[in-house]
């Protein structure tokens, strides 16, 4: 069992930056794919970025070149800086684990809690 916590949601001006960070409980994270989705008000949740356990990213087209995601294993711990924030990027974020997060897409079993991302003048 593998419990995330994420951090670092807030309040932020449309075209700023926030850093995420996704905390694991276990050192065996380091073997998991990680992911980051999110989820809008009154839509469905979808996959916003991955990370491959040896460290290869991912990115949905509309976070691409203003997101990165990265991961430091001997911390356990994931991060998705977030930078040129729009509006539309206003969501919960959640952490996730174990899935695939390129091609035929599917989350992991092991879900943060979520943190709320606000992005409004």
């Known amino acids: 069992q593998v419990q995330l916590v994420e951090s670092g949601g807030g309040l932020v001006q449309p075209g700023g930056s926030l850093r995420l960070s996704c905390a694991a409980s276990?050192?065996?994270?380091?073997?998991?794919?990680m992911g980051w989705y999110r989820q809008a008000p009154g839509k469905q949740r979808e996959l916003v970025a991955g990370?491959?356990?040896?460290?290869?990213?991912t990115y949905s087209a509309s976070v691409k070149g203003r997101f990165t995601i990265s991961r430091d294993n001997a911390k356990n711990t994931g991060y998705l800086q977030m930078t040129s924030l729009k509006p539309e990027d206003t969501a919960v974020y959640y952490c996730?684990?174990?899935?695939?997060?390129?091609?035929?897409?599917?989350?992991?079993?092991?879900w943060g809690q979520g943190t709320q991302v606000t992005v409004s003048s």
């Open positions: 276990r050192s065996i994270f380091s073997i998991y794919n």
């Open positions: 996730n684990a174990g899935g695939k997060y390129y091609g035929d897409t599917y989350p992991g079993a092991y």
């Open positions: 990370i491959s356990s040896g460290g290869n990213p």
